[in-house]
């Protein structure tokens, strides 16, 4: 506690000395430093929140959009389930890709739908000539273009114009990869 010194009586009153404790001095002080740590830390919380929420609030309409967008398309193939006609699959075709000079190889094994028995019905009896017009498509290709996931559909359309072109009993609608290993 603080005491009061007087060095005579009656002295000056502007002359009085107030001593003070050290303890008393630190137990002074240490809630000022908690309250100015609060005050610090209340508003810094606030406002990262609020920003978040901002960014939330502003970006919202971009991710509903989206979102909606996305639910829209897949609602509407999923409500027309695919129908799947008769399979046949070539299997252990390989061959040497455009530029490779024999050093890389492509094999692949490649499954044909059609919506008509009599189809792979041709496709059996003809297998000897589709086998050879896919491996000339598959051979005209370089590693590259082979090695390109997003060539792929247009590299199994070209084999499907191409084997329909050998059939005359019908067409070739699907055409899968069943096996694709590029070496």
Not at 22 to 50: C, N, Y
């Amino acid at each position: 506690m603080a005491t009061r010194k007087q060095d005579a009586p009656g002295a000056n009153p502007t002359d009085d000395a107030v001593e003070v404790s050290s303890e008393t001095l630190e137990e002074t002080l240490e809630p000022k430093k908690k309250s100015r740590f609060w005050l610090i830390l209340v508003p810094v919380v606030l406002l990262a929140a609020g920003g978040g929420a901002w960014v939330a609030y502003s970006q919202y309409g971009l991710l509903a959009g989206a979102t909606t967008a996305l639910a829209g398309a897949d609602s509407t193939d999923a409500d027309a389930p695919i129908e799947y006609g008769h399979f046949s699959e070539i299997q252990g075709l390989i061959v040497n890709p455009a530029g490779s000079a024999g050093r890389r190889y492509l094999m692949v094994n490649v499954a044909l739908e059609s919506e008509s028995e009599k189809v792979l019905e041709e496709l059996a009896e003809k297998e000897v000539v589709v086998r050879d017009t896919i491996l000339k498509v598959l051979g005209l290709r370089t590693v590259d273009d082979l090695a390109a996931i997003e060539q792929r559909p247009a590299l199994k359309e070209e084999l499907r114009g191409a084997v329909n072109a050998v059939l005359h009993r019908g067409k070739v609608t699907r055409l899968y990869f069943t096996q694709y290993v590029l070496q």
